[in-house]
């Protein structure tokens, strides 16, 4: 009688137990895929924050996001970016100080979006602080802001 019992309690406790297993594995997964995501993002900046440093900004204007596009026209773009960048030199250093993941954005559509900010010194000015925002377009990561404050 006692075995019988333990098999019954041994069932009910794996019949409690099995959900938090399978929401722990599907927890797993989520942050699997979360870190995929997050690198795929990362990657994306740091490729398009290469076209900005080597003065590229046509070709950054090329590889940003539709929503970017259609906000601001390619040679203004290039007007602007040219204005804020070329006095500040060359990057010495860039370190990402935060990261933070949306599904909404004020004045942007619905969607996946990381706000990524880097410290960052330039030749001529030794604390800055870069914004970039990357979204999934398409499946892709690409970059649909960027400010230099």
């Known amino acids: 009688m006692k075995s019988y019992l333990n098999r019954i309690f041994l069932?009910?406790?794996?019949?409690?137990?099995l959900p938090y297993f399978s929401a722990a594995q599907?927890?797993?997964?989520?942050?699997?895929?979360?870190?995929?995501?997050?690198?795929?993002?990362?990657?994306s900046v740091e490729s398009w924050l290469t076209l900005i440093?080597?003065?590229k900004y046509n070709k950054s204007w090329?590889?940003?996001?539709?929503?970017?596009?259609?906000n601001v026209a390619k040679a203004d773009w290039k007007k602007s970016v040219e204005g804020?960048?070329?006095?500040?030199?060359?990057?010495?250093?860039r370190t990402m100080v935060a990261q933070r993941y949306l599904t909404?954005?004020?004045g942007a559509p619905d969607g996946q979006y990381v706000i990524l900010q880097y410290a960052t010194v330039f030749e001529n000015k030794k604390e800055a602080m870069e914004t970039v925002?990357?979204?999934?377009?398409?499946?892709?990561?690409?970059?649909?802001?960027?400010?230099?404050k």
């Open 84 to 93: 804020v960048r070329a006095p500040l030199g060359k990057v010495v250093s």
């Open 62 to 70: 090329d590889a940003a996001a539709k929503l970017f596009q259609d």
């Open 53 to 55: 440093d080597a003065t």
């Open 133 to 148: 925002i990357p979204l999934v377009e398409n499946g892709e990561w690409k970059v649909s802001g960027y400010h230099v």
């Open 26 to 43: 599907t927890e797993s997964v989520k942050a699997e895929e979360n870190l995929a995501e997050k690198k795929a993002a990362l990657e």
């Open 104 to 106: 909404k954005m004020p």
């Open 11 to 17: 069932v009910a406790l794996m019949g409690v137990a």
